[in-house]
């Protein structure tokens, strides 16, 4: 039977005997730690097969959902055209002087970046809370400014806007002193450009972003199903995407065990861990009616230019 984060962290709490409130927190790290370990392990895939975005002729970046992982397939549904995949180094190096040009989309580039958009000229940035509860949590804001590397501390006042003393041409970094109760909104060029909007419980900004080329001339459909990323487990009564509970709780536990410089004890749930693991993971690809299969492509030669 799956079980909540709450009864997870707990009862790893009470095999190590320390069941207090602030060795929770630490085991509430090594639980989040084990829980990606193991779907990594199992290749846990859930796709979402449906998701289309349109684009605006001249704009060529575009913000992808929070639980986008990877994607499978790219395709210009109004045209009929599959686009590549690329990387900046190549783009680059292959068209060094057509970057930002227009034409028909042919190829895309999936990149992180800390915000959602950069501001479009030097500007001050204006952060504000959608709670008036927000007084004495921080943004660390790092950026360019005048050309220079800086950082500072701008403290939130509520539903009231906090202005950064400095103009950034660049922002590199945003994050949150401590979660919040309300949304927490940063807006460059006077509020025309969104850099990021951080939920209360996610305290840095960071975002999974498509660069098209060429740069879409008119507004097409793009269709982009991808792999759903699962997302960290933060409430008490958070639950496993899959009934892995009893095998996260072994993993914590020899992290919680090595924490407390017992290293015997770490060692042998480490052991039953990885034996545990193993044991899921034949389960789960043990299936008898399943037959794998090689699917060769053939290399599109209309997107080679």
Same mark, same amino acid.
């Not at 990594?40 to 929070?66: E, H, K, S």
């Not at 790219?74 to 227009?102: F, K």
């Not at 060692?267 to 034996?275: C, D, I, N, Q």
């Not at 545990?276 to 993971?281: A, M, P, T, V």
């Given at each position: ?61 575009? %913000?992808?959902?929070?639980?986008? #992982?990877? +994607?499978?397939?790219?395709?210009? @549904?109004? &045209? /009929? ?59 660390? %804001?790092?950026?360019?400014?005048? #050309?220079? +590397?800086?950082?500072?501390?701008? @403290?939130? &006042? /509520? ?147």
């Amino acid at each position: 039977m799956n079980k909540d984060f709450l009864t997870i962290t707990t009862n790893v709490g009470n095999r190590v005997q320390d069941p207090s409130s602030t060795f929770a927190t630490v085991i509430k790290t090594f639980v989040n730690k084990r829980y990606f370990q193991i779907l990594r392990a199992i290749n846990w895939q859930n796709i979402n097969y449906d998701y289309t975005f349109d684009t605006v002729g001249g704009t060529q970046n575009y %913000v992808l959902p929070d639980e986008f #992982g990877k +994607e499978i397939s790219a395709r210009d @549904t109004s &045209n /009929g055209l599959e686009l590549s995949a690329y990387d900046y180094q190549n783009l680059a190096t292959d068209y060094p002087d057509g970057v930002s040009d227009e034409g028909s989309v042919a190829r895309y580039i999936i990149y992180e970046d800390t915000v959602k958009a950069q501001p479009t000229a030097s500007s001050a940035l204006a952060i504000v809370s959608s709670s008036t509860a927000d007084t004495t949590q921080s943004i660390l %804001v790092r950026g360019i400014s005048g #050309g220079v +590397e800086l950082t500072e501390t701008v @403290t939130l &006042n /509520g539903t009231t806007p906090a202005n950064t003393a400095n103009s950034y041409t660049r922002v590199k970094g945003i994050s949150k002193s401590a979660v919040t109760a309300g949304k927490v909104t940063v807006t460059s060029n006077t509020g025309a450009v969104t850099l990021t909007v951080l939920p209360p419980k996610v305290t840095e900004s960071r975002y999974k972003l498509i660069k098209l080329h060429y740069v879409p001339i008119t507004a097409i459909t793009i269709s982009l199903p991808y792999i759903i990323k699962p997302l960290p487990m933060t409430e008490n009564n958070d639950y496993p995407i899959i009934d892995i509970a009893d095998l996260i709780e072994i993993g914590a536990e020899a992290d919680a065990w090595f924490y407390k410089r017992q290293g015997n004890k770490a060692s042998a749930r480490e052991t039953m861990f990885g034996v545990e693991l193993q044991q899921y993971i034949y389960d789960k690809e043990n299936q008898p009616n399943v037959v794998t299969q090689f699917r060769p492509t053939t290399y599109n030669k209309d997107n080679l230019y």
